[in-house]
Nanobody, 123 residues
């Protein structure tokens, strides 16, 4: 499945953003969609995932400010980030893998990737 991430931008600390991950195929509903982020000089890290059966998982320290959900009718998964902090500044990537509904934070487990969308949070 081809994925396209969007919705990033420059915001002040305390603000909110909703990132979108849109798929090109109707098989989107059969994919687990995950979000990862990568700040300059750091490794790509797991943020959250939502399975094809809609099981939701969050990375360490992500619970509370991050919400992942999907609308299969729109072929889109979303990541909402509330109370943004400067340390949330990163390129955010969405990724997909077929018919998996368990927690898997490994980037190399996902075969499809979007191009990334930049989130910049100023203090």
């Amino acid at each position: 499945v081809q994925l396209q991430a969007s919705g990033g931008g420059s915001v002040q600390a305390g603000g909110s953003l909703r990132l979108s991950c849109t798929a090109s195929e109707r098989t989107f509903s059969s994919y687990t969609i995950a979000w990862f982020r990568q700040a300059p000089g750091k490794e790509r890290g797991f943020v959250a995932s939502i399975g094809w059966l809609e099981g939701q998982y969050y990375g360490d320290s992500m619970k509370g400010r991050f919400t992942i959900f999907r609308r299969n009718a729109e072929n889109t998964a979303y990541l909402e980030i509330d109370k943004l902090k400067p340390e949330d500044t990163a390129a955010y990537y969405c990724a997909g893998k077929f018919q998996s509904d368990f927690y898997d934070p490994r980037a190399d487990a996902y075969g499809s990737w979007g191009q990334g969308t930049q989130v910049t949070v100023s203090s």
